[in-house]
């Protein structure tokens, strides 16, 4: 999950908002329980302006 999370993290960096989320949710679904990968999913739902999206993956990422 770390390595997905990582390129997710590489992929925001270069402003590809598709690719970091894609990566985010790979890291997510490698591992049901990676907190930091829903914190990221989250952020970027966020900064997106989907808030209501932000808030399941803040919720999911307590249920962790």
Same mark, same amino acid.
């Given at each position: /999950?770390? &390595?997905?999370?990582? +390129?997710?993290v &590489?992929? !925001?960096?270069? !402003?590809?908002?598709? #690719?970091?989320? %894609?990566? %985010?949710? +790979? &890291?997510? /679904?490698k591992?049901?329980?990676?907190?930091?990968?829903? @914190?990221? @999913? /989250?952020? /970027?739902?966020? =900064?997106?302006?989907? $808030? =209501?999206? *932000?808030?399941?993956? @803040? #919720? *999911? *990422? !307590? #249920? $962790?």
């Open positions: /999950a770390d &390595a997905y999370n990582n +390129l997710g &590489a992929y !925001g960096l270069k !402003g590809d908002d598709e #690719k970091r989320v %894609y990566y %985010y949710e +790979l &890291a997510v /679904a591992d049901p329980h990676y907190v930091r990968g829903y @914190l990221n @999913l /989250a952020s /970027a739902y966020s =900064q997106r302006g989907d $808030t =209501q999206r *932000a808030e399941e993956y @803040l #919720k *999911a *990422a !307590g #249920k $962790t």
